[in-house]
């Protein structure tokens, strides 16, 4: 894998290779992207391949404009145009109908596909270079801790199966977006992202159904477990934190802590990181944390049990399937 900066030049080159067929990385406002031509049955297979992702797990397909939207869907409601016209370019997928000609490799074999404009300039530029649409699930081995740095992408996928990345820097929202299904009957939450769920429905000007991981269509990041490191993750009340430390290193377990402020208790076998007080920053440093306390190899990561509160849904569901049994 090559790694490219964010110049025309560099872009230029990236499309050639999407053009050819090949994987390319790129970033987004949320996370990496694996990138591959959407319109190309083959190129989506080899993202499936690259990341050992299940044939019936739908991709989430990227455009560098709403215009796009009817090569994809078969009919575009007019929710789907009020939200567009609101929120993108940015960290929102819709699942539409598709359109006629829009592969099973995309959809997962399901009569609905997942669309969005990423609000990232590099990843706009590489669109526009290549002048179609592209099929881009998170840019790491299926099921594990999503990229938000062209270093992680590397850490990743250093062989030739993807053949390059774009370095646009640290991604600026850090988990992934929220997914809208517009599908069927009345607009329904498929997964929580960094947009308040109040101000997607004040577009609508109506309440979003509210549905669990198994109803609906297949979307990314609905399976139970999912963003999850090589250690176990558990999440635990800041005020059992301590007490939880001190068991793990009583049954001679080494342990990670991601909190908002220091446990009394952390030694050397404890690495305590800081994490920030409020939700958008500690969404963007999230991925980023977990993959750091990962490499130093511990048997557990104890994370701080996110408050209940509004703006801290999306890294509560993260946190949850991270910690889910594999």
């Given amino acids: 894998m090559i790694q490219l900066g964010a110049d025309s030049t560099s872009l230029a080159h990236a499309a050639r290779l999407l053009r050819d067929g090949q994987l390319v990385a790129f970033p987004t406002e949320t996370v990496y992207g694996l990138g591959g031509d959407a319109a190309n049955p083959e190129a989506v297979a080899s993202i499936f391949r690259a990341k050992g992702r299940p044939a019936d797990h739908p991709v989430i397909v990227h455009m560098a404009s709403a215009d796009a939207l009817p090569l994809w869907a078969s009919h575009v409601p007019e929710s789907a145009q009020h939200l567009a016209e609101a929120f993108w370019p940015g960290p ?46 998170s840019a790491n081995r299926f099921g594990h801790v999503s990229p938000t740095t062209a270093a992680h992408v590397l850490t990743e996928f250093g062989g030739s199966e993807v053949a390059a990345v774009v370095d646009g820097g640290p991604c600026r929202v850090g988990v992934e977006s929220t997914i809208i299904d517009l599908g069927g009957a009345r607009p329904a939450l498929l997964r929580h992202g960094m947009i308040a769920i109040e101000a997607i429905e004040a577009v609508l000007n109506e309440p979003l159904e509210r549905v669990g991981d198994q109803q609906g269509p297949r979307a990314s990041g609905r399976l139970a477990s999912h963003y999850a490191p090589r250690a176990v993750v558990e999440l635990v009340a800041m005020d059992a934190l301590a007490e939880r430390v001190r068991a793990c290193l009583a049954a001679d377990e080494s342990v990670a802590v991601l909190a908002r402020r220091e446990p009394q208790c952390t030694t050397s076998r404890a690495a305590w990181i800081e994490m920030p007080g409020q939700p958008a920053p500690f969404a963007q440093a999230l991925y980023s944390a977990l993959r750091q306390a990962d490499a130093a190899g511990p048997d557990r990561i104890l994370v701080e049990r996110p408050p209940d509160t509004p703006g801290w849904e999306a890294i509560a569901d993260r946190l949850q399937k991270a910690a889910a049994p594999r």
């Fill in 92 to 137: 929102l997928t819709l699942v539409l109908r598709r359109a006629d000609g829009v592969s099973d490799a995309v959809t997962g074999g399901q009569d609905t596909v997942g669309l969005r404009v990423p609000g990232n300039p590099v990843a706009l530029d590489l669109l526009r270079a290549f002048g179609g649409a592209l099929a881009a699930p």
